[in-house]
């Protein structure tokens, strides 16, 4: 079973940047792809940024050069950078881990981008 802990989320003000962190740990596993998904107040989650194993990358087109995700995959983790942030990119962010076998979700971090 893989757990996965999320940590950098918090309260930013519009224009700021935060750093998002997730380690996957437990088990054997073999990584394919990690992401990180959000999902808003009244809104269905979506996807915001992948990453595979390859380190070929997918993003929103509403984050698109305001934020970078990347992996350290000897410590089975993904970060997220985010930067230029809008009061709209307020959510709950979920980390996404997919191995060969299945797929696992954290707990999620809360961003508030506000004044």
């Known amino acids: 079973q893989v757990q996965l802990v999320e940590s950098g989320g918090g309260l930013v003000q519009p224009g700021g940047s935060l750093r998002l962190s997730c380690a996957a740990s437990?088990?054997?596993?073999?990584?394919?792809?990690m992401g990180w998904y959000r999902q808003a107040p009244g809104k269905q989650r979506e996807l915001v940024a992948l990453i595979t194993s390859g380190t070929t990358t997918n993003y929103a087109d509403s984050v698109k050069g305001r934020f970078t995700i990347s992996r350290d995959n000897a410590k089975d983790t993904v970060y997220l950078q985010m930067n230029s942030l809008k009061p709209e990119d307020t959510a709950v962010y979920y980390c996404k881990v997919l191995t060969s076998a299945m797929h696992y979700w954290g707990k999620g971090t809360l961003v508030t981008v506000s004044s």
């Open positions: 437990g088990g054997r596993f073999s990584i394919t792809a």
